[in-house]
């Protein structure tokens, strides 16, 4: 079964290329930018344009044989209009942006670290308009995108951008209706340095990849 996978970058879409290999999928690949920096630049200036390119690359996927479409980046996510893409050209759709509609009930207080400001804000804004009352902590930081697109070793990275200093900051906030209950990686390019990240900080990590995987599962059985 062939699977498009959609991202950012051709970095990111290299990583959902690999989650979709490891569950068994045959994939199109189909960067939509070659620089984080070219990807945000076309998300916040150019809303038409990016709908019609993604729009003729999953119909030429679909064309190749792709029965589903994996978008392995969550700002492209936030400034696309898939669910109308999902319905005009019949292929099933699979973006983090459902995993943070559906968090974990016990939640009441998070952190959404995000690639850049529209990330981020449209992460909030589904968390808020999904679960009301789990307060947020909002940021989008393009440097982290940046240096793991460079490949530099997820410990320097998490060192010399001070996120352990970032990370000692939410473990530092004392009022109890605002201590931080999970950090959100509202980024498919952080799982890079969740492993590191985690290693400097006793606050759980959220990572949307296993969730996107079984909803694509179960998107491809229901069309059966």
């Known amino acids: 079964m062939m699977i498009a996978v959609v991202a950012g970058t051709p970095v990111d ?11 068994g999928y045959e994939t199109l690949s189909y960067p939509m930018a070659k620089t984080p920096e070219d990807q945000t630049q076309l998300q916040y200036f150019s809303q038409e344009d990016l709908d019609r390119a993604f729009q003729d690359r999953i119909s030429q996927a679909k064309e190749k044989g792709a029965q589903g479409v994996y978008i392995n980046c969550n700002s492209l996510s936030a400034s696309l209009h898939y669910q109308e893409a999902e319905e005009k050209i019949g292929l099933p759709i699979i973006t983090p942006l459902e995993t943070y ?6 939640l009441t207080s998070v952190v959404v670290l995000a690639a850049n400001g529209v990330s981020a804000y449209s992460v909030d804004e589904i968390i808020r308009e999904s ?3 789990i307060k947020t902590v909002c940021m989008g930081n393009l440097s982290i995108v940046e240096s793991i697109e460079k490949e530099k070793d997820s410990s320097d990275i998490v060192r010399d951008l001070n996120l352990k200093g970032l990370l000692s900051y939410f473990e530092g906030i004392q009022d109890p ?13 952080f799982p890079y340095i969740k492993e590191a990240l985690q290693k400097e900080t006793t606050i759980p990590i959220i990572d949307p990849k296993d969730d996107m995987v079984n909803r694509l599962k179960q998107a491809l059985k229901a069309r059966k």
């Open 131 to 133: 679960q009301p009352d």
């Open 13 to 23: 879409t290299k990583m959902g290329v690999a989650i979709m290999e490891k569950e």
């Open 101 to 106: 509609r559906n968090l974990p009930k016990d």
């Open 177 to 189: 209706d605002y201590r931080v209950d999970a950090i959100i990686l509202a980024c498919t390019h």
